[in-house]
T-cell receptor, first 113, second 114 residues
Framework: SQTIHQWPATLVQPVGSPLSLECTVEGTSNPNLYWYRQAAGRGLQLLFYSVGIGQISSEVPQNLSASRPQDRQFILSSKKLLLSDSGFYLC????????????FGAGTRLSVL | AQTVTQSQPEMSVQEAETVTLSCTYD???????LFWYKQPPSRQMILVIRQEAYKQQNATENRFSVNFQKAAKSFSLKISDSQLGDAAMYFCAYRSSSNYQLIWGAGTKLIIKP
């Protein structure tokens, strides 16, 4: 069965520090991968999505970037964090005949202080 | 552009009762998918139910069912025999058949009263 792993679960970082959040999917190949951000009490905002290795689409201009170095690995990065980068980050994937269903990781709670 | 609207920021229901969460959407497309996701306090996003727009029959998953009104662009979620574990944020989402992206509503917080 397919599983998605996202880490770390919680992260506290100072303003101006770098960021790296990682997401990996197991049990499938060539998934579509997504990064979302969710502010407290709000809906999901799509940040990036990828349909293949090295293929990244950005939805929101911001301080963040994404990379897909391997088929089932999706990384969210920042060179210098801002206070406004605080939030809950979710990774998701879709694949195969159920490409229309997105399955989510457990999320990372990022606090920038 | 497609939009999804959840007009109820918060709903409450007595345990074992039935509750309906509202969702409306705006699209000019005829082929699309609609979803309800649940986000409990753990914040893990969990798929509750899915509806294909070309299907007239409303989707059902155990105690969860939808009322899909395509002409009215309405997609409500009915939860029967509410349980304490149903307490969560519920998000409605839309996806065009020609696009990988989900369009999300703002969510409805469901409170279950024991």
């Amino acid at each position: 069965s397919q599983t998605i792993h996202q880490w770390p679960a919680t992260l506290v970082q100072p303003v101006g520090s770098p960021l790296s959040l990682e997401c990996t999917v197991e049990g499938t190949s060539n998934p579509n991968l997504y990064w979302y951000r969710q502010a407290a009490g709000r809906g999901l905002q799509l940040l990036f999505y990828s349909v293949g290795i090295g293929q990244i689409s950005s939805e929101v201009p911001q301080n963040l970037s994404a990379s897909r170095p391997q088929d089932r690995q999706f990384i969210l990065s920042s060179k210098k964090l801002l206070l406004s980068d605080s939030g809950f980050y979710l990774c998701a994937w879709t694949q195969g005949v159920t490409k229309n269903i997105q399955y989510f990781g457990a999320g990372t709670r990022l606090s920038v202080l | 552009a497609q939009t999804v609207t959840q007009s109820q920021p918060e709903m409450s229901v007595q345990e074992a009762e039935t509750v309906t969460l509202s969702c409306t959407y705006d699209t000019s497309e005829s082929d699309y998918y609609l979803f309800w996701y649940k986000q409990p306090p753990s914040r893990q996003m969990i798929l509750v139910i899915r509806q294909e727009a070309y299907k007239q029959q409303n989707a059902t998953e155990n105690r969860f069912s939808v009322n899909f009104q395509k002409a009215a662009k309405s997609f409500s979620l009915k939860i029967s025999d509410s349980q304490l574990g149903d307490a969560a944020m519920y998000f409605c989402a839309y996806r065009s058949s020609s696009n990988y992206q989900l369009i999300w509503g703002a969510g409805t917080k469901l409170i279950i009263k024991p």
